[in-house]
């Protein structure tokens, strides 16, 4: 049973990221708002418990951040400087002072927030960290933990990107539409750097990190509406395509371990404890997606999950459409792992021996070597073709360069069936 508490935490959770943007919207100043909102939370978390949560929690969230907001600019020495803030801020307070029977909209501003945290200026690693931490609400604590490093150096990762945008004076503004293109790209990126950090954990025990992939879909979710609902812009295929990639990898989540925290592969998976309605839900986004026609990376890795999806089982899975869909990818995106992927797909429609030759192939320039998942691939072809000696190699080369603990035990349990 969800205790109060808990009911607090997730409103807090869903508003941080709406509230924060409107909050920067309003005073121009990204520490200012993040003081301010924090004190806002803190006394939220001191009332609420008493008092009951409040009708329209962002309401009385942004409006005891604007009044602390007020009293902060009033103190500060360059108050002068800071009076049009001042002004603004208490016009947007209304009449009333009391932040509970506020019920104004609160404008949603959270486009421009995902633009400004992946603003080229600044690395991928704080355009990651930033996202997560101002949209998503997570402390730098539990970011750090995500990508396995210390606090310390995520919290001087944050420091510094928001120094940078202040500094260089990085627009808070969504691009040109004739700039959405360039600049959306990065955004889709940023996300789905956050998905495959929880959908594939490089390391640790489990290979599933649900909190990750839970959020990366949340923040696609809100992008695209935002998209589809901002005046001036308009659905992007693409962003689409994302979103529903990310909902067909993460309804198969439950079947990808094992009760005792195995790798369970796809071929093995229980399709029954797969999320078969949020199947349904990807499916439909994609089909949507097609109609805006311009066809693009995210789409196909989409349609490529799609027909794994909705195949009943292993043996019915369309590999032939998907070896197409493989190449098509590449011809778009031409990276080594994409190269992989095809092979294995080759293998699946044209024969063990056809795809084994690509992947011998795409050894030969070494650029795959220290990707554990290009020998645990070719281990898996010289298995099925029964060279046992030669599948071994490729295993053990493949549990030397795997740093995921269920992933290597998984790695075991092939060596022991081939010696």
């Known amino acids: 049973m969800r205790t109060t508490h808990d009911t607090i935490r997730k409103v807090l959770h869903d508003e941080h990221g709406r509230v924060l943007a409107a909050l920067i919207a309003a005073l121009g100043d990204f520490a200012l708002a993040e003081d301010v909102l924090q004190d806002a939370v803190v006394s939220a978390l001191e009332h609420w418990p008493e008092g009951g949560i409040p009708r329209n929690p962002a309401a009385w969230i942004t409006a005891t951040a604007r009044n602390r907001a007020i009293d902060r600019v009033r103190r500060e020495q360059n108050f002068e400087r800071k009076k049009a803030t001042l002004h603004a801020l ?6 009333s002072e009391d932040p509970d029977m506020l019920t104004e909209d609160i404008p949603d501003e959270r486009l421009k927030l995902m633009f400004t ?3 080229p200026a600044l690395s991928k690693e704080a355009q990651v960290a930033l996202t997560l931490h101002t949209l998503g609400g997570l402390s730098a604590s539990e970011i750090a933990a995500a990508f396995l490093v210390p606090v310390t150096t995520l919290q001087q990762r944050l420091v510094r990107a928001k ?13 040109s539409p004739s700039d959405i293109p360039d600049r959306l790209d990065a955004v889709l990126s940023v996300l789905y750097l956050i998905f495959n950090a929880g959908y594939s954990a490089p ?17 696609a979710a809100v992008l695209n509406d935002l998209l589809a609902h901002e005046r001036g812009l308009r659905e992007d295929p693409e962003a689409l395509g994302l979103w529903a990639l990310m909902l067909l990898h993460d309804a198969r989540r439950g079947a990808r371990q094992s009760v005792d925290g195995q790798l369970v592969l796809l071929e093995d998976q229980n399709r029954s404890q ?7 839900r990807g499916v439909a986004i994609l089909d949507h997606a097609i109609t805006l026609k311009r066809a693009g990376p995210y789409q196909i890795q989409a349609a490529i999950a799609a027909l794994h999806a909705q195949s009943p089982d292993s043996a019915s899975t369309d590999w032939a459409q998907i070896a197409l869909l493989y190449g098509a990818l590449h011809r778009l995106a031409p990276t080594p792992v994409v190269a992989l992927n095809h092979a294995v797909a080759v293998a699946m429609s044209d024969g063990l021996e056809a795809g084994l030759d690509r992947i011998d192939a795409l050894g030969n320039d070494g650029a795959l070597d220290g990707y554990h998942l290009f020998h645990a691939a070719r281990a898996d072809l010289l298995r099925r073709l029964g060279w046992m000696p030669e599948a071994r190699a ?26």
């Open 203 to 219: 390391e640790g025990e489990s290979i599933v990190r649900p909190d990750l992939t839970t959020e990366a879909i949340r923040l």
């Open 117 to 119: 945290c992946c603003h």
């Open 394 to 419: 490729a295993y053990l080369r493949a549990l030397d360069l795997c740093t995921n603990a269920a992933e290597r035990a998984f790695l075991l349990r092939r060596i022991a069936e081939v010696e």
């Open 90 to 95: 208490e016009a947007m307070r209304g009449a």
């Open 274 to 280: 797969w999320d078969h309605a949020q199947i349904g």
């Open 163 to 175: 120094r940078r945008i202040k500094d260089e004076g990085i627009p808070y503004a969504v691009p």
